[in-house]
């Protein structure tokens, strides 16, 4: 719903308790009109139930209110000496409809003083609860949320397994979305695996869809910069499950999409351009903090068979193995044409008269019909540019070469994976652009080649309709040669650029799908390792950003720790004298 729908459906509901609570204000001595009128009704209604005025607050944060209501509700009954555990369950479950009942057939007596304190076990360890909750959603909401790096593709920048606090205030608090969700997780339910929130993604107009809030950030004390390491929501999530194929499209809430973290490399206004792997803002090359780690494909030639213990010894974490195919075989055309018949997709790395060199997957059935085998003196791998020249120096490696796509790679932005490249475009993911980046206000001039580009900003994220008739282009069924934006958007990218799923692939991340700056490392965890290895001392209470290499506040932080029990100790002691 938009704002002015918001502020219609609020003041109706503002009617719909004016009418079922009016005797009771009076009865609790005050006016009846002070029921109907907005936010006004509410300050009274917290001294009618002894509560404090700033509850009231908490009834308009969206998530936090669901919590409220129903606690407001069960104090409003209270309040007139209805206390039995069945009528708070029905002051609960009928949403409030209860107090309709209370307030037009009911003879009852306002309790001004009345006790607050709960009066069993099971209500004070409710309440607690109630309250840690609340609490807690409002630091995850507004100020700090947890968060686990779930892939490499900022490799060796952050690391699978790495426990974050994301800052929400760093880029401005936005405020939920969503308005019916579940507090504390993001788009599933632990346990039971359900969504966590009310959402209908099969019909778009169906009346859940319309509880959504209208977007709204905090201002906050920095702005997004190039080279910045961002949370965000996966602009093109259209998934049930992010790592398996759909089965049709899944629409979902801007806040409930899947949470990414990666650089951004380009913001509002820049004009973007990829060469050889390089990226470059504005004609200049993007230069990245100290302690980025970028990550690049290496082609290595051994002079000796490739074994685990010189993949142990550098560190390398995530390499390919090359298949090896006779050259006449792989330059044969009815093989060329089996192979796209089957939808293989090969790389070619590198080729001889007798060999040929590829990338890409295999199953069995393939490796027996053309004779495949593993090459064990050549192989693929994600490396810095520093470990990369370490490499070079191994007396058992004949060669490091950084590998760099050529042509037209499938599935690029804008294109779409089909597998088919895009006939229109030769870029890959090493080379493309320029692409301009979109900036609130700022207008462009549309024609057919550059549409492709823009096309998903128009119509999903901007929420017009758009049609070519010829060579014509209409927005909104007036035709036009230009386009005006309403966002600003943001191009992401992984540190680990050859085994990243970023915005070369879906494009422009907009502003309103940003979630907030990550901040600190608190733990971090290696599932590969074992023992106390698994954990890796070196990164706890490190900070993401900053100039230099990383440092760990661990040892500063037992410290203090030690510091306040020996404190601690001596003043008990103290004390006690």
């Not at 760093?170 to 039971?192: E, F, K, N």
């Not at 990226?279 to 100290?290: A, C």
């Not at 901040?519 to 900053?546: C, E, H, P, Q, Y």
Request: hydrophobic letters at 40%.
């Amino acid at each position: 719903m938009s704002a002015t729908q918001w502020l219609i459906f609020v003041l109706i509901i503002q009617v719909i308790h004016g009418l079922g609570t009016w005797k009771l204000y009076e009865k609790a001595g005050r006016k009846r009109w002070e029921a109907f009128v907005p936010v006004y009704n509410a300050i009274i209604l917290m001294k009618i139930i002894g509560r404090p005025t700033w509850w009231t607050v908490l009834l308009f944060i969206p998530i936090i209110n669901l919590l409220m209501f129903p606690v407001v509700w069960v104090e409003t009954l209270r309040s007139f000496g209805r206390n039995s555990t069945a009528e708070s369950w029905l002051g609960a479950l009928t949403f409030g409809f209860y107090l309709y009942y209370i307030n037009y057939t009911q003879e009852v007596t306002h309790i001004s003083d009345r006790d607050l304190t709960p009066r069993t076990k099971t209500g004070d360890t409710i309440s607690s609860l109630l309250f840690a909750v609340i609490v807690a959603t409002l630091v995850h909401t507004y100020v700090m949320q947890p968060y686990v790096i779930p892939s490499s593709s900022l490799e060796k920048s952050l690391l699978t397994g790495d426990f974050l606090f994301v800052s929400k205030f760093h880029y401005g608090a936005r405020t939920p979305m969503t308005s019916v969700a579940a507090p504390m997780v993001h788009d599933t339910l632990p346990i039971i695996k359900t969504k966590s929130y009310l959402y209908n993604d099969h019909d778009a107009n169906s009346w859940q869809n319309k509880l959504q809030l209208p977007y709204f950030r905090f201002p906050g004390f920095e702005k997004i910069e190039n080279a910045d390491i961002v949370v965000f929501n996966w602009p093109r999530d259209t998934l049930f499950h992010m790592y398996l194929p759909a089965d049709r499209r899944y629409d979902k809430p801007i806040d409930k999409k899947t949470n990414y973290v990666k650089r951004c490399v380009a913001i509002p206004g820049d004009n973007l351009e990829i060469k050889k792997g390089v990226v470059y803002i504005n004609g200049k090359e993007l230069i990245l903090p100290e302690r980025a780690k970028p990550q690049f494909g290496f082609n290595i030639k051994m002079k000796e068979p490739i074994t685990q213990e010189f993949v142990d010894q550098y560190g390398v974490t995530e390499f390919n193995t090359l298949i090896q195919m006779e050259t006449k075989l792989w330059e044969n055309n009815l093989v060329q044409q089996y192979l796209d018949k089957e939808g293989y997709s090969f790389a070619v790395i590198e080729k001889d008269s007798t060999n040929t060199f590829l990338l890409g997957p295999v199953d069995r059935d393939l490796a027996n019909k053309l004779k495949l085998s593993s090459s064990n003196l050549i192989f693929q791998a994600n490396l810095t540019q520093a470990k990369a020249d370490e490499l070079k120096k191994d007396p058992r490696v004949a060669a490091v070469e950084r590998y760099l796509k050529t042509g037209a790679e499938d599935g690029i932005f804008p294109d779409y994976k089909d597998g088919h490249p895009s006939t229109t475009r030769s870029w890959n993911s090493d080379n493309m652009g320029p692409i301009y980046m979109p900036e609130v206000g700022k207008s462009i001039n549309l024609t057919l080649e550059n549409l492709p580009l823009y096309k998903i900003i128009i119509t999903e994220y901007e929420g017009n309709t758009l049609k070519v008739v010829g060579d014509d282009i209409y927005i909104n069924d007036i035709k036009t040669n230009s386009y005006t934006f309403k966002k600003n958007y943001y191009w992401m990218m992984g540190d680990n650029r050859n085994n990243s799923l970023d915005a070369r692939y879906y494009g422009f991340t907009p502003e309103d799908h940003i979630v907030g700056k990550p901040v600190f490392i608190w733990m971090s965890w290696d599932s590969n390792a074992s023992g106390m290895d698994k954990i890796r001392w070196d990164r706890l209470f490190t900070t993401v950003s900053g100039e230099g290499q990383p440092q760990s506040y661990f040892k500063y932080f037992l410290g203090l720790l030690a510091l306040y029990f020996v404190g601690e100790y001596f003043w008990k002691k103290r004390k006690a004298n």
